[in-house]
Every structure is written in C-alpha cells, then in structure tokens.
C-alpha cells in the first residue's frame, strides 16, 4: 500500500532549496521596503488614538477580514472576490503547511502531517482552491476588460497584476500534473483523483518520458518561484497593497457612533490653523485612508454628487488627497481636491456605508471645509455667506425674527417645561417654514392624543447648528449648540421630528456636555403605537418611504417609520435604493443652504425613483427631505401624480376624531 | 494714515416691531441687531484700503450707540479693524442725524483721520444725513453713494450709483469722507483666527456728548396705513381684473 | 410759505422728478421757487421764479454754495429735494449751513406732521420740525406730480467751480442680465404657471406694465428662466413698488427675498396661500385665465 502524501521538493536538487528561500526573501525584503516607504507618508500624519480595545479591534477586524462581510456586499464584484479570496487563503494556508512541515516541524521533531488522510483532504482542497480562484479570477478580468463598468478606473500595474495571478495559478497546475505524471499516474491512482485538476494535466503530460517530464517540471519550478517573487515584490507597488491595508484598516475603525466629528477647540491659542489645508493637518489614518482606497468605486456608484454629474467622486477626492501627502510636501488639499468637489457633498455617508475598505470620506470632506470656512471665510456661494450671516444675527437660516420662533404653536396643547414628558426641540423649518409647519402641528397633535405632555423651548430655541457645522463653520456651530445646550439644562428628555437636529443633539453635543435622552419622532410614536396610545382609521393608497440619511445611514432607523406606515393602513412600495442604499434628497451636508449650481437636480433624481414605484405619496421623516420633495415632485414630467409628505400629516390624518375627543 | 469707518447696530429687518404705547421708538426685547448692511461694504472698503498701505494705515472703527453695539464693533474688529470707539448712549437709535453726526465729530475731530466711510444710509431710518453731515462738520470733502472705488496716491476715483443704474464718476483728494452703497464690494465673511484675534483688540468706550438739540419731535411711530393681511379678491373674472386695475391706477402704479 | 425746489440734471436733462416737489408744495401749499444746477436746456413747466446756474451736474461745493446764495436771497420756508442719489448728497450739506432742520425720505405730510417711512417700510413715524428753515427729501413717487403749467421766470446765477469732487463722467449701467434688486415693478411666476410655455403669459404681464420679470426658485431650477431672474433669499432681493406674484405660494424662501416690496398682489388659487403674509391683495383666481385678461385690459 503505497503511502497516501508526497515528496515535497519532488525532482528539486536539494541546493536549489536554500536559493528557492533566498528569492523568497527577496521578494519580502522588497515588500517591506515598498511598505517602509508607504509608512513614512503615513508618518506626516498627526497622532489619533485608533488602537484602543485592541482586542475587539483585533476580533472584528479579523472577522470582517477573513468573512469579506462588506465586500460581498455588491452584487457580481463582491461573490468573485470574495471566492477567489477564500481559494487564495485556502493556497496560502496550504503554502503555510508545507512550510511548516518540511522546514519546522520535519527537520526539528521528525513529524511529518500532511499524509493519509488529512493530505487528501489537503490535496482536495488546493486543487480546488485554484480552481475557485482561477474561475473567478477569469470573472474579475471579464468584467474589468471587456464588460467595462462605467467609471472603473485602471491602477498601475493592473494587467502585470493579472498575468503574474494567472500564470501563478497555471504553473502551479503545470507543476503539479507533471509531479503527478511521474509519482500518482498509474502508481496511486485512488490519491490521483484528490487532485482533479492536477490529474487533468497529469494524464496528458504522462505520454511524454520521464527525463522530459522532469526537466520540464524543473524549468517550470524555476518560472514559478520568479513569478511569485515578482508577486510579492509588487504588492506595495500595485493595488495588491490593499491585501495588507485593507485588513489592517479593518482594525483602525472609528469606534465613536456613526457621524462624529472632531469637536475642535477653537481657545486653543497654539493653534496655527483650523481644519484641513495641507497633510500635515491630517493624521495617520486619514493619509492611510487615502491609500487603502483600492478604487472600487462602490462609493461613486452611490454618491448624489456624483450621480448628478456634480465634481464630485469620493473615491477621487480621495486619491487626490493621497497624491498629495505622497508628494511628501505640504501642498494644499482643496486645491488638489477641488472646492467644487469639497463643496458638493450632502454627507449621506453612502460611500462611508458602502466602502469596502473601511475609509471615512465625510469627516475629511468636512475638515477640508473647515479649512476653508474657518481660515478663508470661504463657502460655496454667497447665499451660504448669507445663511452664516442669519444664524448669527436670527439664529436660524432662513433670516426669520427669532421672536416669531413659537408662532407656529400658537393655541396648541404645549405645557410649561417643568411639566412636560417630553421637550420638543423643534428646529429651524418647522418652526419657520409654512410647509414643514404643517409637520410640527401634526406632531404636537399626535402627542397630545397619546397622551403626552410636550414643550418647546419657543423663543429660546436656536438652530442646532447642524448645516453649519457641515458646511465647515465649527466656530457657529460651537456658540449656538453652546447656547440650546444651556437652555436645555434641566431637560432630561428631548424629542426632535428633524433628523439632523436628532444626530446633532443626541450625538454631536455630547462633546460640549449634554448629557439628556435625545429620541426621533419616528422611534417615538412606533413606541406609543406599541403601547396602544392612539388609534388609526386606516386609509388605503399606495406609498413609498424615503429614507433620510441622518435617520438611516446615520441612525439605523429604518424599521419604525416602515411600522408607522404600515399601520396608516398605506401599502408600501419600496424603492431599489432603499434602506442603507437609500439615495439622498441632496439637502444634507448644510447643501439645504446653498444653491445647486452643478450637474442635475438630485431631489429630481430622487422623486423620479419613488415615481417609478407608482406610488401615491413620497413619505419622508424629516424636514429637509420634504422641502426637497416638494419642490422635486412638482417638476416631474408626466407619470404618476405624487405629492411629497412627511409621516406624521398621514398619521395625524389617521387620528379618529373621537380619539381627540377623549384625550 | 489714519483711517475711520462709522457703522451703526440696527435691528434686523425681519423683526417684527413693537412701539410701546405712546413710544417714539420700538421696543428692543427679542429683537436680532446686525450691523447696518450699508456699513457692512464700509467696512470692508477701509479694510481693503488698510491692506493695501500695509503698516503705513491704521484703521477705527467707530459706533454710537447702546451697549449692543459693541458686538457690531467686534465684528469689524474681526473683519480687520484694528481698534474701536464705542461712543456709548442708551438713547442713540433716538437720535437726530445731526446729533449723531456732532457726537461723532466731537470724538474725533482731533485725531486727524484723513478717510473716513460710512454707510450711505441706515437701514432702520433712512435719513442718509449722518455721513455727508461728518464730513461737513470736520470741513472735509465728501461724496456720496458710491458702488466703485478705489484710492491710489491720496486720491479717490469713485462711482456713484444714479437712480436707474446709471453711474457718475468721480475723483476727490484726502482728506475726504465716502458713504457706500450696496453692492461697492463682497463684505468679507471672517476668519476663526481673525475672530480670535479680534478680541483682543483695543475698544475704547466713550461716553457721548456734543449731540446739541434735537431737530426733529417725533410725535408718532407705529405701523404704516394699509399693511395687514391680505384683501382677497374674488368673484368672476372680469370683476376681478377691474379691481386690479383700479388698485394699481390708485396707487399710480400705471398710467 | 415759500418752498425751494431744487432739482437735478443728469447727463443734460432735469429729472421728471421736479413735477413731484411741485406736486409736495401743492401739498404743503406753498409758494414755490426754483433752482437748477447743470448744463441743460430742459426748464420745468411751473409759474414761479427758477434760478439756473450752468456748470457741472455734480460738484458738491459748488452746489452748496450756489444754493445757499439762493437761501440767502429768497429766503424760503422749505428747500425741497428728491431723496435721491443728489438729494441725499446736497441735502445735509444746505441743512448744516442754514443749522435748519433736516426731514429725509418723507412720504406723506398731514396737519403739521411729517410722515417718514422707518425700518423698510414696516414702521412710520411723524415728526415735526424745530422752528425755522426745513430741508426736505421727497420718497419718489410718494407725492402726486403736480399738473402745474406755465414758464418760469429765469434767473442765471453763477457756480463757481473748482474746488472739491469733481464728476469726471458717466458710465452706462453694466449690463449682467436683469438686476431685479433695482427693478420698480415686478411680475414673477411660479410653480403655479404649470408649465415653462406659460412663461409667456408673465413676460406678457410684465410689458403691458412696464415691469421686470422674476420667478420663484422650482421655475429657475426646472430651467425655465434663467437664474438672474430668481426672487427670493436665494437670488434676488427686490423692493419694487410693484410686486405681482403669481402662481407663488410663498415658501419662506421666496417671501424673504420680496416681502420688503412696496405693494404685493397675489394671483393664486388658494387663498390660504401664505403669499398672503406679505401681500395686500389676493386674486384668487387660476392665473392661466386671470393673468391673460389682466394683460388685456392693460394694453386696452
């Protein structure tokens, strides 16, 4: 019975060995020189704590890593990627066996594993490993060269890429059926077959002689060890890096809830500059970020900016950004970025959402506008100059008297703070807006027949600072939020209907010490409803929800509004781009302030999607949602009629008159 | 060369106005106050002028009025001013333009400025008097209303804005005085670091005097006639059009 | 009473705006005198005394100087002045002289009391005068022209000139498009004109009055117009004597951009339209029917 393993360096001269090391060496020595060099770009970066909780650092981004959870994501890209990742690890582990065994493990103990029947299974699974990685591999190349997806870009050193990966795989196929050829072919046929593929080649390389088989097997080892030198001398130099980066930036997660910002300080005296200008004004990560982009473009593909034929790619500014710290001078980023392209950004985070690379486009974007907002007193148009110049003077955008803030609540069920469940923090277009009015009306009756008691602040409400913030204007953020937080003092429970209000007191004031329970409206009512505190006269029509990023992306509320509808009695028609893929109404990232000068309409965009679900009603949770609908949905030509509306005028219709009555 | 621009704190338009009965000026609880946007492009006209002369200028930025004015003060300081008077009267937003004018003449008139800008008008009384009657006390040129300048060698090339767009130009010597129109150039929006530094500046606080008497007894203030809520205008069409056309034939909006 | 009436010459002509201080005298009923500075033939048709001194339309001093001669001889009650880029130039200056009271931007005069318009129209105020001369500034078209007729008598007077600011020329409005921040009246359309064919009907409007024509922002975006015309906290902000908005709603948008205009009508189909906030006059009525027939009865 012949053993079932092999001769590891079957026909290599054992001298051949030590050189088969040698080149190995030199192929990592290469590596890490490329990588050494990489490291010292990284190094221009200022410090920022990203190793903290290692443990759970290490876990997830080990799981993420080997699982591929986020690049799997996109369809086609993400199945072929993610297989020939797992039939490259299963060729690497197995790489790792030998080693161990003939240069560790054999030579130091005598104990040799890879026979019998683990080395079938061995066996099994590096034929078959190969496969899987050729065939996808095969899959990746069709769609990068012939099938073309728009907007894919070439990197250096792609096609040397391809052809080194592939003649890697065939070669190791060759060597294989010409090894088999010799020891398995009609020897130990009942092993043969653990090595399918191999066996393929081995019974058509069995009808030349030995002596041609070894030679050529020889030759062919040779060719094999330059190319996977080659292989390994590449990586930093080609998009192969992203086999080291993207894992380790898997590692360096922000682990602050989604959407922090640096909240900067602005007494600090020593400071020579605000925001991003050069990249020493960026740290580590942010410069590792730029070069664990491995140009995928799931980012682009979902960008409003982008999609709108607006300067923007978050996928380019970031490369851009990269080319920058990589000329190893202090250059300027908005110059190498473009302000149209800093400008243009709604912050809907799907390109953060969707990068497979772990990389945090929105906070750079805002840094470099905090450069430009902060040290050049530099914004997109002067109708944002304007708005800046209305929260000062009116504490709000619009320019509307802060007197007439509460207005809108005149004769409505409100009670003194003291006395009320909960503080309605009601925000700029609500309070000011005749539209989203309407909104902030529908909520206060919603509550009142729940049964819950709510104030408002009234005169005393700001802004929350929200679009100026992410149009770069830390410096107004900072003084109203510090004003609204001060009024909120003694307020322990905060409702907002704005979801950028939401994101902004319940997460971005923490920074500046408020400590007081922030909920949104839509989680909200989904818990009165639960509880039974009002009733709905359901009403049919067909319906289509669209998510606000900040309640989204940002807040993972997706559930609660859909529940709400859903007991309106509506039917609901769900866009594609819904949920975590949710398109933007192009009014986020203080864009609500500016005009849109560049490209197409995203609100347009927009409503031509929900148009295209048939539906009666565009329902959204959020006032800048709905000012973007409204005015989109009337610019539709022809199709379905649909009228934009915000998810508490179809619950405050639902509300049965006797339910008022009663409360 | 010292240079001085004058502003004025005004209520933000928007506001919704309350006179106390009897009042002869609006009450200022829950009010917005801005600097007035004429002397927003003041402002921004001195800075550039201080710019431009490098070390060789310094430039003040003056204010009659109540405390709030000292925040209007602040921000030229932050768009490059480099000291401030606030020449401080609780009664200021009363004043006649002639005693505004006096106080102001009376605190500066020792302290040689050879240019000085002002806002054409205020946007809460319109008089436009305060600039041209600075200039005439101190016994300097002046002209007013300008929408282009530019000063080279001592001496001023501007435009003056007509009604219908057209524009006059004209040149005068320092010492002078210029009012400033909307539209003379981009009030600049300032920098964190200039906001900072701002601050620090000197802001010299003044009690006024030399108004004089006042010229003008305000015996009422209130809404104008008219304003209010919308009449509606309803019924057949023809009755409709009509009514237009009388409404606009009384308010000799046609012919 | 006697008023003195200065007027104002621009590139060789004298301001139609003389009818209106004729028409303010009347008002005040007083006698009026006259006084012209500038190269021009133009005299104003009134019966009273006109004093003329040839020589630049603007030179401060000189101005100055020759008004205050004519104060000196004439001795008048009132001296009356456009408030305008002249009169709110010369106006302090004569008022300083004289140490005489000075009223600006008057809009309205009734038993002794001035009426002056305050914070953009949104307040009045009426003032009196202390004892003695009064320099007045006239809100243009706040006083009738008057319809008076007849020759005046000329006087030539002498400007010295010279000294001071001196005007070098005049340069011709730039031309950008449309500047609705400087417009009398105004026509615009909104999402209510349905559909950017029915544009026409608001450029029609806007040439049977003599107005601009502005839009609110959905009519701009859609590509409608282009962005020039835009009325709102986004384009422009306008204060025409003329605001005629149609098919506008009234986003809060919109309504901070024009809101400050003198006389606001509305043409919407909802009378709730929050237009109403800022407007006078709601016609409720579909536009595509009322805007036609208002042309009409306009060029009729």
């Known amino acids: 019975m012949l053993e079932n393993t092999r001769e590891i360096y079957w026909n290599i001269p054992a001298s051949s060995v030590p050189l088969m090391y040698l080149m190995a060496a030199l192929g990592t020595g290469v590596m890490l020189w490329g990588f050494a060099r990489r490291l010292k770009v990284y190094k221009q970066g200022r410090s920022l704590a990203r190793l903290n909780g290692l443990g759970r650092r290490l876990f997830l981004g080990l799981s993420e890593a080997l699982f591929q959870g986020k690049v799997g994501r996109e369809k086609g890209i993400g199945a072929l990627h993610n297989f020939f990742f797992w039939g490259f690890l299963v060729l690497f582990i197995g790489t790792t066996l030998i080693f161990i065994q003939t240069d560790i493990l054999e030579p130091l103990a005598g104990i040799t594993f890879l026979k019998g029947d683990f080395y079938k299974t061995f066996s099994l699974a590096m034929d078959l490993g190969g496969l899987v990685a050729l065939i996808m591999m095969a899959g990746m190349f069709t769609r990068r060269y012939l099938l073309r997806p728009k907007g894919l870009l070439p990197e250096t050193g792609d096609g040397w890429m391809y052809l080194n990966l592939f003649t890697i795989l065939l070669t190791g196929f060759l060597l294989e059926g010409l090894r088999m050829a010799v020891t398995e072919v009609g020897l130990n046929e009942a092993l043969a077959i653990y090595s399918p593929v191999g066996l393929i080649f081995a019974r058509w390389f069995a009808l030349l002689d030995e002596g041609t088989i070894r030679s050529l097997h020889l030759g062919l080892w040779w060719f094999h060890l330059v190319l996977v030198t080659a292989f390994l001398a590449m990586i930093p130099f080609t998009r192969l890096k992203h086999l080291f980066l993207t894992p380790i930036n898997y590692l360096f997660f922000d682990d602050h809830p989604k959407g922090h910002l640096v909240t900067l300080d602005l007494e600090d005296e020593s400071a020579e500059s605000f925001g991003l200008g050069k990249p020493s004004d960026l740290t580590w990560k942010d410069i590792f970020d730029t070069d664990a982009c491995t140009s995928c473009k799931r980012c682009q593909d979902r960008c409003p900016a982008y999609n709108t034929d607006k300067p923007l790619s978050p996928m380019k500014l970031i490369q851009d950004m990269g080319k920058v710290c990589f000329e190893m001078k202090d250059g300027s980023l908005s110059e190498a970025v473009g302000k149209e392209a800093i400008w243009a950004c709604t912050t809907c985070r799907a390109c953060m959402e969707t990068c497979p690379a772990d990389i945090e486009h929105v906070p750079k974007i805002i840094g470099m506008r905090r450069n430009l907002a902060l040290m050049e007193g530099e914004f997109p148009g002067d109708e944002v100059a304007k708005a800046m110049d209305s929260f000062e003077v009116n504490y709000n955008p619009l320019g509307s008297a802060p007197a007439a803030r509460a207005d809108w609540a005149e004769g409505l069920p409100l009670v003194p703070i003291e006395e009320a469940d909960y503080l309605y923090f009601v925000g700029c277009y609500a309070s000011f807006d005749a539209r989203n009015q309407k909104v902030a009306k529908a909520f206060v009756k919603l509550a009142h027949t729940a049964g819950v008691k709510l104030a408002i602040l009234g005169k005393g409400e700001r802004c929350c600072g929200e679009p100026a913030r992410k149009m770069g204007n830390e410096y107004l953020y900072q003084t109203l939020a510090g004003e609204n937080i001060e009024s909120l003092q003694k307020v322990q429970k905060v409702v907002t209907t704005c979801p950028h209000c939401f994101q902004t007191l319940n997460r971005d004031y923490r920074d500046l010490g408020f400590t007081g329970e922030v909920i949104h409206y839509t989680a909200l009512a989904e818990q009165w409803w639960k509880d039974f505190r009002f009733k709905l006269d359901r009403s049919p029509g067909k319906v289509t929800y669209h998510d606000s990023c900040y309640l989204g992306r940002y807040n993972g509320l997706y559930g609660e509004p859909r529940g709400l509808l859903e007991a309106t009695g509506r039917d609901l028609s769900e866009m594609t781009a819904s949920g975590p893929e949710s398109f933007c109404c192009g009014a986020g990232g203080g864009r609500i302030l500016a005009e849109e000068n560049l490209g197409t309409r995203i609100s347009v965009q927009r409503a031509q999607m929900a148009q295209k679900t048939g539906a009666e009603v565009v329902v959204s949770s959020c006032p800048f949602c709905l000012t973007m609908m409204e005015d989109a949905v009337k610019g539709l030509d022809g199709g379905q009629e649909m009228v934009a509306m915000d998810l508490l005028e179809l619950l405050a219709q639902g509300l049965p008159e006797s339910n008022l009555k009663e409360s | 060369m010292n240079i001085l621009v004058c502003i004025k704190q005004v209520a933000d338009m928007e506001s919704r106005f309350v006179v106390p009965p009897g009042g002869s000026w609006f009450e200022e609880t829950d009010l917005a106050f801005r600097i007035n946007e004429y002397d927003e492009y003041a402002i921004e006209a001195a800075v550039q002028v201080k710019e431009k002369l490098g070390d060789a200028a310094s430039l003040t930025v003056l204010s009659l009025g109540p405390q709030r004015s000292s ?127 701002a601050k620090k500046k000197p802001m010299e606080t003044l009690e006024v005097s030399g108004t004089g008497e006042a010229v003008l007894g305000v015996k009422e203030i209130g809404a104008p006639p008219k304003r209010g809520a919308a009449e509606l205008i309803e019924g057949d069409l023809s009755a409709q059009v009509a009514q237009v056309v009388a409404i606009l034939k009384d308010n000799k909006l046609i012919g | 009473m006697k008023a003195l009436l200065i007027g104002e010459v621009v590139q060789g002509k004298l301001a139609a705006s003389f009818a209106e201080l004729l028409g303010f ?24 005394k006109l004093y003329v001194g040839q020589g630049p339309e603007y030179a401060p001093k000189a101005h100055k100087a020759a008004a205050l001669a004519v104060i000196e001889q004439e001795q008048p009650d009132l001296v009356v002045l456009m408030h305008s880029a002249y009169g709110w130039d010369l106006a302090p200056r004569l008022a300083l002289a004289q140490e005489a009271a000075q009223i600006s931007e008057v809009v309205g005069y009734d038993a002794g009391l001035y009426q002056l318009g305050c914070c953009n129209g949104k307040l009045q105020r009426k003032v009196t005068p202390k004892p003695g001369l009064v320099v007045v500034t006239i809100q243009a078209g706040a006083f009738a022209a008057a319809t008076a007729a007849g020759s005046p008598q000329e006087e030539s007077i002498a400007i010295t000139t010279g000294e001071g600011p001196q005007l070098t020329g005049y340069q011709p409005k730039p031309a950008q498009g449309v500047d609705l921040s400087k417009a009398e009246k105004i026509v615009s359309g909104g999402r209510g004109i349905g559909k950017p064919e029915n544009l026409q009907l608001i450029r029609d409007l806007a040439d049977a009055l003599g107005a601009q024509v502005g839009a609110s922002r959905p009519v701009v975006d859609s590509g409608w117009i282009e962005a020039a015309h835009q009325v709102g906290s986004t384009g422009a902000t306008v204060t025409p004597k003329l605001y005629m908005a149609c098919g506008i709603s009234g986003a809060v948008q919109h309504l901070a951009g024009m809101k400050k ?5 509305a043409v919407n189909k909802d009378k709730e339209a929050p237009i109403g906030e800022v407007a006078q006059y709601i016609v409720v009525a579909d536009l595509l029917e009322f805007v036609p027939a208002l042309t009409a009865a306009l060029k009729g």
């Open chain 3, 25 to 48: 005298a009347e008002t005040m009923g007083a006698e009026t005198v006259g006084l012209m500075l500038g190269d021009s033939s133009d005299r104003p048709a009134f019966g009273g």
């Open chain 3, 261 to 265: 205009s003198e006389m606001i009508i």
């Open chain 2, 71 to 197: 925040e209007a003060l602040k921000k030229a300081l932050a768009m490059g001013a480099d000291q401030a008077i606030h020449l401080l009267d609780p009664q200021g937003p009363q004043k006649d333009s002639l005693q505004v004018a006096r106080a102001i003449h009376s605190a500066v008139k020792d302290k040689g400025f050879e240019l000085i800008f002002t806002g054409m008008q205020s946007q809460d009384r319109g008089s436009a008097q305060v600039g041209i009657l600075l200039a005439e006390l101190l016994g300097i040129d002046s002209v007013s209303t300008l929408v282009e300048f530019s000063f080279e060698g001592g001496k001023i090339q501007g435009e003056r804005e007509l009604e219908g767009g057209i524009r006059a130009q004209v040149t005068l010597a320092t010492p002078a005085l210029v009012t400033c129109q909307l539209g003379l150039n981009q009030p600049r929006y300032p920098t964190l670091p200039n906001i900072m530094k």
